[in-house]
């Protein structure tokens, strides 16, 4: 198979990868499955650690999908892990699942890969057209075989939603064609672009509108090399996290995005109840009352929203707080919101707690205040709930002491 070269570019893509942890598949979704290594269904840190290895070594020394198939089995026995799978037997389920991660892995870092080499400005000064190629898979969809042959620009937007693969176990490519090639095709330019009209569905997990795209599986909308190259997270800045003990702090860190200017009706009087500013909090996310809600964030991920965030002990009125450390931040609660829904930045790391080392997830976000004060609010996470919300008017230089572990998304500045 194709899929099975390995080359420096499907590598790289790889190994600047995170590990993230996941209960389902789309925990994380679309251009966050760029910055993340994720398996469904694996919380386990070391677990995650051996796949994301099994998959590196089938990329790096292309040894194919059997020998993963004896990795995959090596760390189910050795964990237990009880996945899910379709299959009547074990021996189905287990080769139905490890083709999954396999293909799923292989198919994208190649195709990253792939996208980096074609637009290349010396590859596209000879070859500046692409050709939707199918798979000729036997059962195909429909929609991809209807563009098999299709030729655009390799700058048309099109590929920016429909660049493959496509789909769960999509083996579609591209060509990238010359304008001779062009003129023994009997064109004398690109193909009209397809009709890429969405049509509105629903997050599953969020419940939030979003848009689908015919013919393309949920999640997949979107160019996994173009957003390598240039996507949620600047190429200078994509580094895998480092491991426990080793330094992790990034070097050489740009300023953090300009802050915002925040309006005068994101902050509260300082006279409400602790559970009304709860209240303000959980509005920002279009919740209500006891409502529980799910958010994904900027960088494809998803977290739990409730009241619980801020109860504690006996869950009265007089146990809501933003903070046990710190005080009068009620008023901030729209902001500390914001630091969730439009973050400066999302880094993970890791973190200390009363079971043992978690993984981290911490939203930073600056606003300049009407009254002129800058204001941070640093809101962590972590799988055993969220344990700090800070906030704080330090000059740039100590801001970076937030900034540490791997960067996995950062806002775009205008």
């Given at each position: 198979m194709a899929d099975q070269i390995p080359f420096q570019e499907a590598i790289d893509f790889l190994r600047g990868k995170v590990n993230l942890p996941t209960?389902?598949?789309?925990?994380?979704?679309?251009?966050?499955?760029?910055?993340?290594?994720?398996?469904?269904?694996?919380?386990?840190?070391?677990?995650l650690s051996d796949f994301r290895a099994a998959t590196e070594k089938a990329r790096i020394e292309g040894t194919g999908f059997n020998e993963f198939r004896k990795d995959f089995d090596a760390i189910v026995d050795r964990t237990g892990w009880a996945f899910n799978a379709r299959g009547e037997t074990d021996e189905d389920r287990r080769d139905w699942r490890a083709r999954i991660i396999y293909t799923t892995n292989m198919r994208t870092s190649y195709m990253a890969g792939r996208w980096a080499r074609l637009t290349d400005p010396?590859?596209?000064k000879y070859r500046p057209y692409l050709q939707y190629v199918h798979s000729g898979a036997e059962h195909p969809r429909l929609q991809h075989l209807a563009w098999n042959g299709l030729v655009l620009s390799a700058t048309d937007p099109a590929w920016t939603i429909m660049y493959p693969p496509n789909g769960w176990g999509c083996g579609c490519d591209v060509k990238a064609l010359s304008r001779r090639d062009l003129a023994r095709l009997g064109k004398d330019g690109p193909d009209p672009a397809p009709n890429l009209e969405p049509y509105e569905s629903f997050d599953r997990r969020t419940g939030r509108?979003?848009?689908r795209y015919p013919g393309i599986d949920r999640g997949w909308d979107y160019n996994v090399g173009q957003e390598w190259l240039g996507g949620i997270v600047p190429k200078e800045l994509r580094a895998p996290l480092p491991s426990l003990g080793q330094p992790a702090k990034p070097v050489n860190l740009p300023p953090m995005p300009e802050p915002v200017t925040a309006s005068a009706s994101d902050i509260l009087p300082g006279d409400r109840r602790p559970d009304e500013y709860v209240d303000a909090f959980l509005a920002r996310f279009g919740l209500r009352g006891n409502e529980v809600g799910y958010h994904r964030d900027a960088s494809g991920g998803v977290i739990a929203i409730s009241r619980s965030l801020f109860q504690a002990g006996s869950k009265t009125e007089q146990d809501f707080s933003f903070s046990e450390a710190s005080e009068g931040q009620g008023p901030f609660a729209r902001l500390i919101a914001d630091a969730i829904i439009k973050p400066d930045e999302i880094w993970v790391d890791w973190a200390s707690?009363?079971?043992?080392?978690?993984?981290?997830?911490?939203?930073?976000?600056?606003?300049?205040?009407p009254d002129g004060r800058t204001f941070l609010v640093r809101f962590q996470w972590t799988k055993l709930g969220?344990?700090?919300v800070s906030r704080a008017t330090a000059p740039d230089a100590a801001l970076d002491t937030f900034r540490t572990g791997s960067l996995i998304y950062r806002r775009p500045e205008a």
């Open positions: 209960k389902k598949y789309d925990d994380v979704l679309r251009q966050g499955q760029v910055r993340a290594f994720t398996v469904a269904g694996v919380t386990r840190d070391d677990m010396d590859v596209l509108p979003e848009l707690a009363a079971t043992g080392i978690v993984l981290r997830r911490s939203y930073l976000r600056r606003v300049l205040l969220w344990i700090a």
